[in-house]
């Protein structure tokens, strides 16, 4: 009686909460375990996630995360994937100069190839992690976007850029700023 009453009770609680909702529940807990404000907030409109929804974007920009927790994220990112859950479609943890080569080598490692865009602006990376972006953007077909201003590359790696950007016409690779004033605007302006 006691295991008929527990299936009852797992079936009303599968009825309350989506299948989507059930998908992202480890992401949302690595965010939350974070301890910080923008994951939580993150991890908070993540909970909208709806099983009609395909995709979702993982912006953490500004977070001070590091590699904990990108290690964290990135293991909930697969069992997404793994799950069939909604695609990630983007996913920017610009801003997190704690992260560094082992915490994007880690999330590169763990998200799917169908992501359409990275961003790991300023996070204090370099050749190492700069070669696995490149590695990891031939894999796919998918990749509209690189950012990846602000970091420690050497002239041979921006070289590398400077091919994947040739070989791909329609990859936009940024791996250098611009300018002061578009550093400045977009520190403004992506939060």
């Given at each position: 009686?006691k295991?008929?009453l527990?299936i009852?009770?797992l079936?009303?609680?599968?009825?309350?909460t989506?299948?989507?909702?059930i998908?992202?529940?480890?992401l949302?807990d690595a965010?939350?375990?974070?301890?910080k404000?923008?994951?939580?907030?993150?991890?908070?409109n993540?909970?909208s996630?709806?099983?009609n929804d395909?995709s979702?974007?993982?912006?953490?920009?500004?977070?001070n995360?590091d590699?904990?927790?990108?290690?964290?994220?990135?293991?909930?990112?697969?069992?997404?994937?793994?799950?069939?859950?909604?695609?990630?479609?983007?996913i920017?943890m610009s801003f997190n100069?704690?992260?560094k080569?082992?915490?994007?080598?880690?999330?590169?490692?763990?998200?799917p190839l169908?992501?359409?865009?990275?961003?790991?602006?300023?996070?204090?990376i370099?050749?190492?992690a700069?070669?696995?972006?490149?590695?990891?953007?031939?894999?796919?077909?998918?990749l509209?976007?690189?950012?990846?201003?602000?970091?420690?590359?050497?002239?041979?790696?921006?070289?590398?850029?400077?091919k994947?950007r040739?070989?791909?016409?329609?990859l936009?690779v940024?791996?250098?700023?611009a300018?002061e004033?578009?550093k400045?605007?977009?520190?403004?302006s992506?939060?």
């Amino acid at each position: 009686m006691k295991k008929f009453l527990g299936i009852i009770v797992l079936g009303l609680l599968w009825c309350s909460t989506s299948y989507a909702n059930i998908i992202m529940q480890d992401l949302i807990d690595a965010l939350v375990e974070t301890k910080k404000p923008k994951s939580i907030e993150v991890a908070n409109n993540l909970k909208s996630t709806g099983d009609n929804d395909k995709s979702y974007d993982l912006v953490i920009r500004k977070a001070n995360l590091d590699i904990k927790d990108a290690k964290n994220i990135a293991t909930a990112i697969k069992k997404i994937d793994q799950n069939k859950g909604p695609q990630l479609g983007t996913i920017s943890m610009s801003f997190n100069e704690d992260l560094k080569d082992e915490g994007v080598i880690t999330i590169l490692n763990h998200i799917p190839l169908t992501t359409s865009v990275i961003a790991f602006v300023e996070c204090g990376i370099t050749d190492k992690a700069g070669q696995a972006i490149i590695d990891w953007a031939t894999k796919t077909n998918n990749l509209n976007g690189i950012y990846i201003e602000g970091n420690d590359f050497s002239k041979d790696m921006e070289e590398k850029f400077e091919k994947l950007r040739v070989d791909n016409p329609r990859l936009n690779v940024l791996s250098t700023w611009a300018s002061e004033e578009f550093k400045e605007m977009v520190k403004k302006s992506f939060n």
